[in-house]
């Protein structure tokens, strides 16, 4: 017998010892779908059957290669919106930390097999562009059952309704809010075996562009020397150890006594992020603050500076590798760089970050070094304390500081905040627990980050991962557990097309930011948001230290959707 039932795109199965006895299927519930043009909606179907079985999503035919098993196809149809814009995936599981099995993948492959009392989720999306009218639409799930060479019958269909407003959402390049996501693209040609900057690699590089594309993404990460994060010290960890260093983007040369400097790579990139819309930023990684690890060998290169900046070259003259040691050639590469910029005409947009400076004094006076050899260059810091950004540093114009921290001085940043001249975004990385964006993470916490942006007074949001996946992501996401969570490193998988897999995460991340530019869109409008702040937060007018946890916000996915209905009605009226 197959049991089958909708639920809501917030749904996170867990297959394991602790919900083994649990009956999902014991209470329907009722799908009232909602979004607006130019919007998405989407549900969650639910399959369990006490035989082994294969799903399938397509009108291929399937056999299951060890033997005979019921074959059920899912095909969704809906009356006024055309089959392309409706997009059916199956949803796999991934390992966590505690060895339970948690969805979090949406798969390429058009079937798979399910064995006996396991449950099997299907994602169904249904976009509406704008040739889709305003209006009342039943979606309709229908569940066809074959056996071997029988006959295929209609075994369940399921219902649901979306309610479509007249509201246009803005193409995700237009988004107002300020997504950053760093790109580890080194870490990308390692897992499809290209070549690094090769054409095989590029290609791969696009398709993941363009997914962060659809997220809105502002910034582009540019890695301009060796290794800046050391591996995410990743040569410390004796039992879990994986590759995840990343190289330069610009190849040096050294002929006779002058250092030329190679920006065809950088130039490529920079145009391909144009391309897809993403140009608002240019984040240069590897010229400040750059982690080392002294005893592990990872140390200061450049004479008589204390940062550990690395740059390789290559000299012509003996044909060998070498770096750059003295401090006078240092400086020709940061003028170099400098002028690359300035004659791209992006030297505005360009900042120079550093992750996590722990020391102010010390970055005071490496900043200080830097704004003397490129006068040219503005600078932005991940900072893991708000005092940061109290000192008034010249030239730092962007501040990104953790969320614990931010609202553990959310009344000090509230003073200081309108004399930063940049952009000002909150992260969460390996902590706080929560809210965050782990395989453990309820799926609504990725929602809610932007509802955080909105209700602190943030630009935006940055998250250090999306592709730093350990060495064999679908086998083992799991990674330097208990310091970093599972799923901590990424946002997405390989594909094996040379695309990205997207997930459960990304798609709630993508639904919190459209939640944002409703916010907003009701904001330019005049219109309060008060109401809809106080149904997702809890006493949001006492903001303080530990605000962030959960307690303190909505985990109810039928909340956020009312939430939606309401901003969209209000919105349709205007």
């Given at each position: 017998?197959l049991?089958?039932?909708l639920?809501?795109e ?8 602790t919900t083994?006895?649990t ?7 009722e799908?009232?779908e909602v979004?607006?043009k130019?919007?998405w909606s989407a549900?969650q179907v ?12 397509n009108n291929?035919p399937r056999?299951?290669k060890?033997?005979?098993v ?5 095909k969704?149809?809906?009356e006024g919106i055309p089959?392309e ?5 199956l949803?796999d599981?991934?390992e966590d930390?505690?060895?339970q099995?948690?969805s979090?993948i949406?798969?390429?492959?058009q079937s ?5 009392g396991k ?6 999306e249904?976009?509406?562009d704008?040739?889709?009218?305003p209006?009342?639409y039943?979606p309709?799930?229908?569940?066809y059952?074959s056996y071997?060479?029988e006959?295929e019958?209609l ?6 309704s979306?309610?479509?407003f007249?509201?246009?959402m803005?193409k995700?390049e237009d988004?107002?809010?300020?997504l950053d996501?760093w790109q580890?693209?080194?870490n ?6 290209v070549p690094?900057w090769?054409?095989?690699?590029f290609s791969?590089i696009d398709?993941?562009i363009?997914?962060?594309a659809?997220?809105g993404q ?6 301009v020397?060796e290794?800046p ?5 990743s040569?410390v960890?004796?039992i879990d150890?994986?590759d ?15 250092l030329k ?5 950088l130039?490529?990139?920079?145009e ?7 140009n608002q930023?240019y984040e240069?990684?590897g ?5 080392t ?9 450049i ?6 900046i690395r740059i390789?070259y290559y ?6 590798f070498?770096?750059i040691?003295k401090?006078?050639?240092?400086e020709?590469y940061?003028?170099a760089?400098e002028q ?6 992006i030297?505005d947009?360009?900042r120079i970050?550093?992750d996590?400076?722990?020391d102010i004094e ?7 070094f830097?704004k ?8 932005k810091?991940?900072i893991n304390?708000v ?8 030239d ?10 931010l609202t ?6 509230q003073?200081?905040k309108?004399s930063c001249?940049g952009?000002i975004s909150?992260?969460?990385c390996c902590g ?20 955080f ?7 935006g ?5 999306y592709?730093?996946?350990p ?20 946002f ?7 695309k990205?897999m997207?997930?459960?995460?990304y ?8 939640d944002y ?6 904001k330019?409008a005049?219109?309060s948001t008060d109401e ?9 007018t ?5 605000y962030?946890?959960n307690?303190?916000?909505?985990l109810?996915?039928e909340?956020?959707?009312s939430?939606?209905?309401?901003m969209?009605?209000?919105l349709?009226n205007k």
């Open positions: 017998m049991k089958c039932k639920e809501r917030s749904f996170k199965y867990v297959y394991g010892m083994l006895r009956d999902f299927f014991k209470e329907s519930i799908i009232k979004c607006g130019n919007d549900v639910l399959l369990e059957s006490d035989k082994d079985m294969l799903v399938t999503i291929d056999f299951y060890k033997r005979a019921d074959c059920y196809r899912l969704v149809t809906v089959d814009s409706i997009k059916v995936q949803v599981l991934v930390d505690d060895h099995l948690k979090d949406l798969l390429d492959e798979i097999f399910v064995k006996a449950i099997q989720c299907v994602w169904v249904i976009k509406t704008n040739g889709v009218e209006g009342h039943e309709k799930v229908s569940i059952k071997l060479f006959d019958v075994y369940n269909q399921l219902n649901y979306l309610d479509v007249d509201h246009t803005k995700p988004f107002r809010f300020y996501l580890h693209n080194s990308i040609a390692r897992k499809y075996e690094l090769g054409e095989e690699h791969i398709n993941y363009a997914s962060l659809d997220l502002k910034a582009v990460s540019l890695i020397s290794i994060w050391s591996g995410q010290n040569l960890n004796p150890s994986s995840l260093y990343e190289y330069n983007m610009v190849r040096c040369y050294k002929n006779e006594e002058e400097f190679d920006f065809n790579i130039d490529r990139y920079v391909l992020c144009d391309r897809h819309g993403i930023e240069v990684f010229l400040i603050n750059v982690w690890r002294p005893e592990a060998g990872f140390d200061c290169v004479e008589g500076y204390d940062d550990g390789r000299d012509e003259s003996d044909q060998t070498k770096y040691r401090k006078v050639d240092y020709r940061l003028q760089l690359y910029f300035a004659d791209k005409g030297i947009r360009v970050i550093a996590e400076p722990a010390e970055y005071k006076n490496r900043l200080s830097l003397k050899v490129t006068p040219k260059f503005k600078f810091a991940a304390h005092e940061f950004m109290q000192e008034d540093i010249p730092l114009m962007d501040y990104c500081p953790n969320i614990r921290d553990k001085e959310f009344q000090r940043f003073e200081i309108d001249q952009t909150y992260y969460v706080p627990k929560n809210p965050n964006t782990f395989i453990s993470s309820p799926l609504l916490e990725s929602r809610v980050i932007p509802w942006a909105y209700l602190l007074g943030t630009d949001f940055l998250r250090w991962n592709t730093v996946w060495d064999q992501p679908r086998e083992k996401i799991s990674y330097a557990y208990p310091e970093w969570a599972a799923g901590d490193t990424n997405v998988y390989p594909g094996k097309t040379g990205p997207l997930t459960l995460r798609k709630n991340l993508l639904r919190g930011i459209g530019e409703y916010l907003m869109d009701l330019e005049n219109v809809f702040l106080d149904e997702i937060f809890y006493n949001r006492k903001i303080h230290e530990e962030y946890k307690d303190n916000y909505c109810e996915s909340v956020y959707q939430v939606k209905r309401k969209l009605e209000l349709s």
